[in-house]
């Protein structure tokens, strides 16, 4: 079971609900934006036993912070996933894929491997949210091909370990 929101861990419950879960022998998962996750917080996320946090990155720093619209995010989101290695919590890196973040994804996959992620999932920016007022982020058809590419090369580099949204579709060369 994924908790997920907006941001599931403003919810005064979500550790009730991540025991609960965890007590019927199901998996809990989080989705976070990283935001408020300090060194207390990692470690009442393990004790409450959700078992991945799956964090928002959206690009290198200047990219990141302006996708989330707030010039902390990007280094709270590292501090995020530092702090939930060190309790051993598997941190993933969610990406969704845009025309502002699309030429980064090489950087992404060093700097990711670097903080020793688990997995780093890309999937499609969708027109939804922040993004559903900005459409000329939204990637072309044409686009595709080439984040297959990239997929299929990050995948054979094995620096990180590369999930791939079903939004990308199945029908590349590869």
């Given amino acids: 079971m994924i908790l997920s929101g907006g941001e599931a861990l403003l919810r005064e419950d979500w550790e009730q609900i991540a025991r609960c879960v965890a007590g019927l022998g199901m998996k809990a998962s989080l989705i976070s934006n990283g935001f408020v996750i300090d060194a207390p917080l990692a470690g009442r996320i393990k004790e409450a036993g959700i078992c991945r946090v799956a964090l928002s990155f959206d690009g290198m720093e200047d990219t ?53 992620v688990d997995v780093w999932r890309l999937q499609l920016g969708a027109p939804v949210g922040r993004l559903g007022k900005h459409p000329e982020l939204i990637i072309d058809p044409e686009q595709l091909p080439s984040i297959a590419d990239f997929i299929v090369q990050a995948k054979k580099r094995a620096r990180v370990v590369v999930s791939v949204g079903d939004n990308i579709g199945y029908f590349a060369h590869h």
Avoid at 70 to 77: E, G, I, Q, T
């Fill in 64 to 116: 990141h912070n302006t996708v989330r619209d707030n010039r902390d995010s990007f280094r709270r989101v590292c501090r995020a996933a530092r702090f939930l290695k060190d309790q051993e919590v598997p941190a993933n890196f969610v990406t969704h894929v845009n025309r502002i973040n699309l030429e980064q994804l090489p950087a992404m996959e060093v700097f990711i491997e670097s903080l020793k």
